[in-house]
């Protein structure tokens, strides 16, 4: 799984903001009080697009279930092959760290990639053809959220009972942006403290 940074707003729009909201030229700890007094959509004035590559399309489901505040592209079935590349599934780390499981599961794969291009060299077209593709095929996700949107993720997706990939998803991207500006102001969240 790789996050690319693909473009992110300065925090200034959500200093302004703020700005209005108390008719101050000046507040003293902004991103603080913000976090503080649940001053949430004072956020949505910045906004990060990212690119995330070498997920399953079971991680993607359940990623663009986040509706609000946000957007995605995905890439294509029907316009790219997904067998072009050789390791074009993800293998879930308990099947991967068990030998026997894994053989069974690489063959399983294969005989799909199998049957896939026997429908291809029928004239099948790969809207078709691909579905006998699994949850596991890797896909490749552009994704645009507003800060305010970014923490409800994190408050769903961070948390253990979170699905492995989509908490990986959501840890990395916690690292990411924590190596931004956007750091001033999510260093004051605490998880469930956005409801
Ligand atoms: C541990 C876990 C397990 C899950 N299991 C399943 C599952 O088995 N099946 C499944 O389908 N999904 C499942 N989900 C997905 C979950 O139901 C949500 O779709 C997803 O987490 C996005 O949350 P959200 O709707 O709050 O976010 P957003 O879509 O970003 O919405 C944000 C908030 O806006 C408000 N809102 C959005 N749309 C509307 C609306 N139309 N009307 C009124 N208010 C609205 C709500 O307050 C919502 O919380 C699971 C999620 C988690 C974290």
Redesign the pocket.
Known sequence: MEIELIQITPITGIVEGMKTSRRKDHIEKIPEKIFKWGHWSVLEHSSMTVRIREISRACSH?LV??????TFTQESQRYFDPLMDPNWFIIPPRIAQNDELKQKYVKARNREADEYRYYRENKIPKEDARFCLPNACKTTVTWTFNMN?LI??FE??L?K???WEIRMLAQKLFDLVMTTDWKEFIQYWKPKSRR
């Not at 279930?65 to 946000?70: A, E, K, L, P, W």
């Open positions: 359940q279930r986040h509706r609000i505040g946000v949107s409800w993720f769903q997706r948390k009972d979170a699905q």
